[in-house]
C-alpha cells in the first residue's frame, strides 16, 4: 500500500502544472461550501445578538391591508403596505392602551416613521426619523453614548427634543458633541438630548432620529394613528395565548368580525425568526447548489484528465502487469491519484474558504456588526468528506479502465 501511494504522489508531483489546474474546480467548490457555512453561522450570531437587544419576549402588531373580494392574494404589511399608497389608520393608541391591561403584558409601545431634511450648521441629510412612545426604552435594550432618554411626560406634551443614531449623529455634527445642540427637522427645531451607540448596519438604528411619538404625531405629519406596535411579555411560554388574546381585542376594536378582514398582523419572534430562517436557508441552499455543480464539474475535469494519464501512460501500465501487477494494484494506484488530488484540492478549499470567511467577519466587525468568526467543525468534515468522496467517484472509471488493459497490447502502444 506504501508503495501505491509513493507511485502515486510521485505521479502528481511529476506534472504540478496539470494537478494544480485539475484540482482548481474542487478548491473553487469547496471553498464555497466553506464560506456559505462559515458565514451562515456568523449571521446567525448576528441575528441573535439583534433578537437579544430587542428581547426575545416581544410581540410584533403591523398594519395590514386586508384581501379584497377582487383580490384575495393582497396581503401587504408594514412598509410594504405604506409603499402601496393605501394608509390603514385604524391602528391607535387606544388599542395599545388597551394591549397593555392584559395580564402577561408588561409594556407596549407604538411607531410611525416619517421623512424629512436635517440640518446643522452647514451640514445636511435626508433623514429617516421614529415617532416612538416613551416606553421603548424600557423594552429596547439599545443604549446611548451621551445624554439621555426622552420621558413620558415629553411625549405627552409633544415636546420637539430628539435622540440621534451613532451614523447620523457623525454625519450631521461631525466631531461636535451633539448633545444639548439645537438640530433643524423640516421647519421645527429639536434639542437634541441623546445619542445611541453604535448598533450595526443590520439593525438600521444607527441612520435614524428617534422623536416622542406624540410629537410626530401632531407636528410632523399630522395624523392620529400607528404604523407598528412592540408589545413586551411577562411570560414567553404564554406568547402564542397572549398574541390570539391581542387580535381578538383588535378585532373587537375595529369592529372586525371575519379573521380575513384583519387590518393587522401579530407576529411572534418566534415567528420572525422563522421568517428568516426559511428566507436564509434558501439563499444557502441556493449557494450549495451552485458549488455542487462547480464540485461536479471539478470532478468531470478529473476524470477526463484521469484518462488522457491512463493513455499517456499505457506502456507502463503494460510493463507492470508484464512483470506481475495485478489489475488491483493498478486500480489502487491511478484510484489513490485522482482521490490525493481531490483531497488536496479539499485542504487547500478548506484553507482558502476560512481566509475568506475570516475577511467577511473583518470587514462585519469595522462595520459594528456582532459578528463572529467561526468555522463550524461540520464545515470541515463535511468538505474533507465530499473531496474523497468526488475523488473516488469520477476516479474509479478510468482506474478500471487502466486496470482491465490487455498487457500485451498495452505495450505495443506508442
Do not use: C, W, Y
Given at each position: 500500500m506504501s508503495k501505491i501511494l509513493r507511485q502515486s504522489f510521485k505521479a502528481l508531483f511529476a506534472n504540478k502544472g496539470r494537478t494544480i489546474l485539475t484540482m482548481l474546480g474542487i478548491v473553487i467548490g469547496i471553498a464555497t461550501v466553506v464560506l456559505v457555512l462559515s458565514a451562515g453561522a456568523g449571521f446567525r450570531s448576528l441575528i441573535d445578538s439583534q433578537v437579544a437587544t430587542l428581547g426575545s419576549n416581544t410581540l410584533f402588531i403591523q398594519?395590514?391591508?386586508?384581501?379584497?373580494?377582487?383580490?384575495?392574494?393582497?396581503?401587504?404589511?408594514?412598509?410594504e403596505a405604506a409603499f402601496s399608497g393605501v394608509v390603514i389608520s385604524s391602528f391607535k393608541q387606544k388599542d395599545l392602551d388597551d394591549i397593555k391591561r392584559l395580564q402577561n403584558v408588561v409594556g407596549a409601545y407604538g411607531i410611525v416613521t416619517g421623512q424629512a431634511n436635517a440640518s446643522y450648521r452647514a451640514s445636511k441629510k435626508t433623514v429617516i426619523y421614529y415617532g416612538a412612545s416613551a416606553e421603548r426604552f424600557q423594552i429596547d435594550k439599545s443604549k446611548l453614548i451621551s445624554g439621555r432618554f426622552y420621558t413620558q411626560s415629553e411625549d405627552n406634551s409633544s415636546a420637539q427634543v430628539?435622540?440621534?443614531?451613532?451614523?447620523?449623529?457623525?454625519?450631521?455634527?461631525?466631531q461636535d458633541e451633539p448633545t444639548g445642540k439645537l438640530l433643524r427637522i423640516g421647519t421645527m427645531n429639536f434639542q437634541v438630548i441623546g445619542v445611541y451607540e453604535a448598533q450595526g448596519a443590520l439593525s438600521g438604528n444607527d441612520d435614524l432620529l428617534f422623536i416622542p411619538l406624540a410629537t410626530v404625531q401632531k407636528k410632523l405629519l399630522g395624523i392620529d394613528y400607528i404604523s407598528v406596535g412592540i408589545v413586551a411579555l411577562k411570560?414567553?411560554?404564554?406568547?402564542?395565548?397572549?398574541?390570539?388574546?391581542?387580535?381578538?381585542?383588535?378585532?373587537?376594536?375595529?369592529?372586525?368580525?371575519?379573521?380575513?378582514k384583519d387590518?393587522?398582523?401579530?407576529?411572534?419572534?418566534?415567528?420572525?425568526?422563522?421568517?428568516?430562517?426559511?428566507?436564509?436557508?434558501g439563499i444557502t441552499y441556493l449557494l450549495i447548489a451552485i458549488a455542487t455543480i462547480s464540485l461536479i464539474v471539478g470532478g468531470v475535469g478529473i476524470m477526463n484528465i484521469m484518462y488522457v494519464v491512463v493513455t499517456e501512460r499505457t506502456?507502463?501500465?503494460?510493463?507492470?502487469?508484464?512483470?506481475?501487477?495485478?489489475?488491483?494494484?493498478?486500480?489502487?494506484e491511478f484510484l489513490f491519484e485522482a482521490v490525493l488530488v481531490t483531497i488536496f484540492g479539499g485542504i487547500i478549499g478548506i484553507l482558502f474558504g476560512s481566509l475568506l470567511g475570516f475577511i467577511v467577519s473583518f470587514i462585519a466587525?469595522?462595520?459594528n456588526l456582532a459578528w463572529t468568526f467561526t468555522v463550524p467543525i461540520y464545515a470541515m468534515v463535511l468538505a474533507f468528506g465530499v473531496s474523497g468522496a468526488i475523488g473516488i467517484f469520477f476516479g474509479v472509471f478510468p482506474a478500471r479502465t487502466a486496470s482491465k488493459m490487455d498487457p500485451i497490447e498495452a505495450l505495443r502502444y506508442e
Open positions: 398594519t395590514r391591508i386586508p384581501p379584497t373580494t377582487k383580490n384575495r392574494n393582497a396581503n401587504s404589511i408594514g412598509p430628539v435622540i440621534l443614531g451613532n451614523k447620523v449623529a457623525g454625519d450631521l455634527f461631525g411570560d414567553i411560554s404564554a406568547v402564542d395565548s397572549t398574541a390570539e388574546q391581542i387580535k381578538i381585542l383588535m378585532r373587537r376594536n375595529h369592529s372586525i368580525t371575519n379573521s380575513d387590518d393587522f398582523t401579530v407576529q411572534t419572534q418566534a415567528q420572525a425568526l422563522e421568517t428568516f430562517n426559511t428566507i436564509f436557508s506502456a507502463e501500465i503494460g510493463l507492470k502487469k508484464a512483470i506481475g501487477a495485478k489489475e488491483s494494484d493498478i486500480l489502487k466587525a469595522n462595520a
